[in-house]
Every structure is written in structure tokens, then in C-alpha cells.
């Protein structure tokens, strides 16, 4: 199993800029992909981004593309998520999320971390 901690949520306003990192620890030689995921309030959970965590394959969601930026140290077993220009309509709980080998889907997740964006 792969263990997920993600880090770098706040509060921060319009036009802000954020990066949040995900560090993966465990059996992560078994790791596929790894996505973002948010939920907001009432909302049903969505993809943000993701990576193939051998590279490439990149995925953003319309609503993010162009300001966000989806990125991975192996070294350091960690995927980042660099948001700028965030607007309210970011404000969410952002989940990380692995895909492991021979998984059809994300099956290792985070606890989350809040992002706010005040306007």
C-alpha cells in the first residue's frame, strides 16, 4: 500500500499563487499515476490534474488548465500541484491519489488539505 501526505494548503486570495505537494511513502515502486483531486462544498469529488508517474501523459481539467501546473520529483517520491492565479471557485479540499500497477483506478489516497481563496 502507498501512503500519501499532502502539505501546502491556506488561505490566500484571488490571484494568489499556491503549491502543494504530495510526498508518497510505502510500496511506491507499484505506483502508475498520480492525480489531484478536489471536492467543494456540496459538490461531487473531481480530477484537477494528473501524471503518469513515469512522465508524461498529462491531464488538466478545463477550469484549471493554464493555471495550474502538475509536476513529480522521483527522487523525493512527491508530486506537486503549482496553482496561480486561483480564483473562489478553487476553494476546496484537494486530495491526492495513486493509481498503482494494475489498478483500473485511483486506489491509494491522501487526507486532503483545505485550499480557500477569498475574493
Known amino acids: 500500500q502507498v501512503h500519501l501526505v499532502e502539505s501546502g494548503g491556506g488561505v490566500v486570495q484571488a490571484g494568489d499563487s499556491l503549491r502543494l505537494s504530495c510526498a508518497a511513502s510505502g510500496r511506491t515502486v507499484r505506483m502508475y499515476a498520480m492525480g489531484w483531486f478536489r471536492q467543494a462544498p456540496g459538490k461531487e469529488r473531481e480530477i484537477v490534474s494528473s501524471?503518469?508517474?513515469?512522465?508524461?501523459?498529462?491531464y488538466y481539467a478545463e477550469s484549471v488548465r493554464g493555471r495550474f501546473t502538475i509536476s513529480r520529483d522521483i527522487a523525493k517520491n512527491t508530486v506537486y500541484l503549482s496553482m496561480n492565479r486561483l480564483k473562489p471557485e478553487d476553494t476546496a479540499v484537494y486530495y491526492c491519489a495513486v493509481q498503482n500497477i494494475g489498478a483500473s483506478n485511483y486506489d491509494s489516497w491522501g487526507q486532503g488539505t483545505q485550499v480557500t481563496v477569498s475574493s
Open positions: 501524471i503518469r508517474w513515469g512522465g508524461g501523459d498529462l
